[in-house]
């Protein structure tokens, strides 16, 4: 049983690694959509570039080759082909995934972190670095004890000798 099982080994292996070798064969293009004009297909490609990958989050549908980014290629085209306009495809989208599938969400207050959080976020950390340096500019440096600076002539001293003995 088991000597039946070792044999597998090597056809699992290689059914894996054509797996893996080939299955990028089947990647989406955009060739697959068809419209009568070339306007048409212009304006799906623009519309597409528009609208974020879910699956991804930092791809286009136009350059992701994510199954979900396929299925929501097919559904723009389907609703273009219906002849709905792009505000209401983008409509649909986002009533049915929410702003994340806009590249530009609109600013407004479930939006503001998202736009204004990198700004609020430089602002308090320049305030930081300037409050920083400025106390240290205001704090005198203290001078060393009697009992540091015989410890650091000790050590420079003892630094100066192993120096000449590697001479």
Same mark, same amino acid.
């Given at each position: 049983?088991?000597?039946?099982? +070792? @044999? #597998?080994i &090597?056809?699992?292996? /290689? ?15 955009l ?7 070339p306007?048409q297909?212009e304006?799906?490609?623009?519309? *597409?570039?528009k609208? =974020?990958?879910?699956?991804c989050?930092?791809?286009?549908l ?5 199954? +979900?980014a396929?299925?929501? $290629?097919?559904? +723009?085209? @389907? ?10 495809? /983008?409509?649909?989208l986002v009533d $049915?995934?929410g ?6 969400? &609109? *600013?407004? %207050?479930?939006t503001?972190l998202?736009?204004f959080g990198?700004?609020?976020f430089?602002?308090v ?5 300037? @409050?920083?340096?400025?106390r240290?500019k205001d704090? %005198?440096? !203290?001078?060393?004890?009697?009992? !540091? $600076?015989? =410890?650091?002539? @000790? ?6 000798? #192993? ?5």
């Amino acid at each position: 049983m088991i000597h039946h099982r +070792v @044999r #597998n080994i &090597p056809l699992c292996l /290689v059914l894996l690694a054509g797996t893996l070798a080939f299955g990028n064969l089947s990647a989406y293009t955009l060739e697959e959509f068809k419209f009568e004009t070339p306007g048409q297909h212009e304006a799906f490609r623009d519309l *597409i570039a528009k609208l =974020r990958c879910l699956v991804c989050q930092n791809e286009s549908l136009a350059g992701s080759q994510a199954g +979900v980014a396929q299925d929501l $290629r097919e559904e +723009v085209y @389907r609703m273009m082909l219906e002849g709905q306009s792009d505000e209401e495809i /983008v409509t649909f989208l986002v009533d $049915r995934y929410g702003d994340f599938v806009l590249y530009e969400p &609109p *600013i407004k %207050p479930s939006t503001y972190l998202l736009w204004f959080g990198p700004f609020i976020f430089l602002g308090v950390a320049g305030y930081m670095l300037f @409050r920083t340096l400025g106390r240290k500019k205001d704090e %005198p440096e !203290e001078d060393l004890t009697e009992a !540091e $600076r015989t =410890r650091l002539q @000790r050590l420079l001293a003892a630094d100066g000798d #192993n120096q000449d003995k590697l001479k």
